[in-house]
């Protein structure tokens, strides 16, 4: 069956119009599904333990005679060590420690100065507490992502990082688990869902509060990260997988078309676009996506994502090809040209580039060293990955000599006055000099 994807030139009268519709990002939640998620934070807020083992037990299967039982003893992370393949364990180890050497380059130390009266200014930069980190479960295994959320939180210095994640009908993964004894997660909760941020929000007898959630999960997991936000801090309300790949029409199509294979294979709302400068070009990966559809473990998937969301576009020239990449701004953006850094640095929205031909997105989402939780949804214009910033706050530091309380109190009076703020002024005016 001929696959049906978007076939888009720039040069016709129609485009701008069917590029807006590509990009149609509109998602609207279920009211249903706001309705239960509410329920389960009210539940978890109010009957704590209890209602995390009744949820788990009725959406997991999972069973437990007593709350304490839903933690996994460390020693049975370090049995998943030893428990997975040689070849495993070796790729786990290898892609932690790329990604600690990444992000090790981002730590952000305090400062302060000292100005010439005497006045003391800085900023104190410190890790948080306690994160929560959100593991898929089930049959989804995402060992990368653990990598990718707890090895910055470890980095920029977090005291305690607790793991949650889902385990239907008991069964634990471990794959998972040893990528959490490597990245040095401290405890973990054989929990999932709705109730899992819950807990992790407002904490239970069992599972302590944190201050902020980090990690991937479904639109259940998702909705109730954006209720539970302002109780406790997240990183992102992430949509569905993108990419984009600019080609000038000199990589072999068959890994372009893999490329773009490797969005569109994690589900039906993924998009997957290529911008070509070559109609001939765009022809040729058309074919490829054809041939090689087939082999695809996943190839529904694929055929789904990329008739529904997909587009092959060709554009003008590379000066039309980065004005459509920003106008997308995409989660992933691959630069398969010449000169690929020469033009990255023309392009303002993008959540990673990956430059030239040989570097793959894939390599990204496991073991370059950069994260791969990255802003989707057109988010890129103003998010930026996640990293040690995300897990490290700032606090102002101002300590005012005499003669600075002088100068600065005298501002602070006047602007007070005019704000008809009575007591800020006086407070200022009392260390004014006389």
Same mark, same amino acid.
């Given at each position: 069956?001929?696959?049906?994807?978007?076939?888009?030139?720039?040069?016709?009268?129609?485009?701008?119009?069917?590029?807006?519709?590509?990009?149609?990002?509109?998602?609207?939640?279920?009211? *249903?599904?706001?309705?239960?998620?509410?329920?389960?934070?009210?539940?978890?807020?109010?009957?704590?333990?209890?209602?995390?083992?009744?949820?788990?037990?009725?959406?997991?299967?999972?069973?437990?005679?007593?709350?304490?039982?839903?933690e996994?003893?460390?020693?049975?992370?370090?049995?998943?060590?030893?428990?997975?393949?040689?070849?495993?364990?070796?790729?786990? /180890?290898?892609?932690?420690?790329?990604?600690?050497?990444?992000?090790?380059?981002?730590?952000?130390?305090s400062?302060?100065?000292?100005?010439?009266?005497?006045?003391?200014?800085?900023? #104190?930069?410190?890790?948080?507490e306690?994160?929560?980190?959100y593991?898929?479960?089930?049959?989804?295994?995402?060992?990368?992502?653990?990598?990718?959320?707890?090895?910055?939180?470890?980095?920029?210095?977090?005291?305690?990082?607790?793991?949650?994640?889902?385990?239907?009908?008991?069964?634990?993964?471990?794959?998972?688990?040893?990528?959490?004894?490597?990245?040095?997660?401290?405890?973990v909760?054989?929990?999932?869902?709705?109730?899992?941020?819950?807990?992790?929000?407002?904490?239970?007898?069992?599972?302590?509060?944190?201050?902020?959630?980090?990690?991937?999960?479904?639109?259940?997991?998702?909705? /109730?990260?954006r209720?539970?936000?302002?109780?406790?801090?997240?990183?992102?309300?992430?949509?569905?997988?993108?990419?984009?790949?600019?080609?000038?029409?000199?990589?072999d199509?068959?890994?372009?078309?893999?490329?773009?294979?490797?969005?569109?294979?994690?589900?039906?709302?993924? #998009?997957?676009?290529?911008?070509?400068?070559?109609?001939?070009?765009?022809?040729?990966?058309?074919?490829?996506?054809?041939?090689?559809?087939?082999?695809?473990?996943?190839?529904?998937?694929?055929?789904?994502?990329?008739?529904?969301?997909?587009?092959?576009?060709?554009v003008?020239?590379?000066?039309?090809?980065?004005?459509?990449?920003?106008?997308?701004?995409?989660?992933?953006?691959?630069?398969?040209?010449?000169?690929?850094? #020469?033009?990255?640095?023309?392009?303002?929205?993008?959540?990673?580039?990956?430059?030239?031909?040989?570097?793959?997105?894939?390599?990204?989402?496991?073991?370059?060293?950069?994260?791969?939780?990255l802003?989707?949804?057109g988010?890129?214009?103003?998010?930026?990955?996640?990293?040690?910033?995300?897990? #490290? *706050?700032?606090?102002?530091?101002?300590?005012?000599?005499?003669?600075?309380?002088?100068?600065?109190?005298?501002?602070?009076?006047?602007?007070?006055?005019?704000?008809?703020l009575?007591?800020?002024?006086?407070?200022?005016?009392?260390?004014? *000099?006389?």
């Amino acid at each position: 069956m001929a696959l049906k994807i978007r076939m888009l030139e720039t040069s016709a009268p129609d485009f701008p119009a069917q590029f807006a519709a590509l990009l149609d990002r509109t998602q609207t939640v279920d009211p *249903k599904i706001e309705v239960t998620v509410r329920e389960i934070i009210d539940a978890v807020r109010s009957r704590g333990d209890a209602a995390v083992v009744e949820f788990t037990r009725r959406f997991d299967r999972h069973v437990v005679d007593s709350p304490l039982a839903l933690e996994i003893p460390r020693s049975r992370l370090a049995q998943a060590e030893r428990a997975v393949s040689a070849d495993h364990l070796q790729a786990l /180890a290898a892609a932690a420690a790329r990604i600690r050497a990444y992000h090790e380059r981002q730590r952000v130390d305090s400062w302060r100065y000292t100005e010439g009266d005497g006045t003391v200014l800085g900023q #104190q930069v410190t890790p948080l507490e306690r994160v929560g980190l959100y593991v898929p479960g089930g049959k989804a295994a995402y060992p990368s992502s653990v990598l990718m959320n707890a090895v910055p939180a470890k980095v920029a210095g977090v005291a305690e990082l607790i793991m949650v994640v889902p385990t239907p009908d008991g069964e634990l993964n471990d794959l998972v688990l040893a990528a959490a004894s490597i990245a040095g997660v401290d405890r973990v909760f054989t929990i999932g869902g709705a109730q899992a941020v819950a807990a992790l929000a407002y904490g239970t007898k069992t599972i302590p509060k944190v201050d902020k959630i980090v990690g991937p999960g479904n639109i259940y997991v998702a909705t /109730a990260k954006r209720m539970v936000f302002g109780a406790v801090a997240i990183d992102m309300i992430a949509g569905p997988s993108e990419i984009v790949v600019v080609c000038d029409g000199k990589t072999d199509p068959d890994w372009v078309t893999m490329d773009l294979f490797s969005q569109a294979e994690h589900d039906e709302d993924a #998009q997957a676009i290529l911008i070509s400068t070559d109609a001939a070009y765009t022809r040729k990966v058309q074919q490829a996506m054809e041939r090689n559809l087939t082999g695809m473990e996943r190839a529904s998937i694929i055929r789904a994502s990329l008739e529904a969301r997909g587009a092959l576009i060709t554009v003008r020239d590379l000066d039309e090809a980065v004005s459509l990449v920003d106008r997308i701004a995409p989660e992933h953006l691959e630069l398969s040209i010449e000169d690929a850094l #020469q033009v990255a640095q023309r392009v303002r929205h993008a959540g990673a580039i990956f430059l030239g031909r040989y570097t793959a997105e894939a390599v990204g989402d496991y073991c370059a060293g950069p994260n791969h939780v990255l802003p989707t949804a057109g988010t890129a214009r103003f998010s930026s990955p996640l990293g040690v910033y995300d897990f #490290q *706050k700032r606090t102002s530091l101002i300590m005012c000599s005499d003669a600075g309380a002088d100068t600065l109190g005298r501002t602070a009076s006047v602007l007070a006055r005019g704000e008809r703020l009575t007591a800020h002024a006086r407070s200022a005016e009392y260390r004014i *000099k006389k």
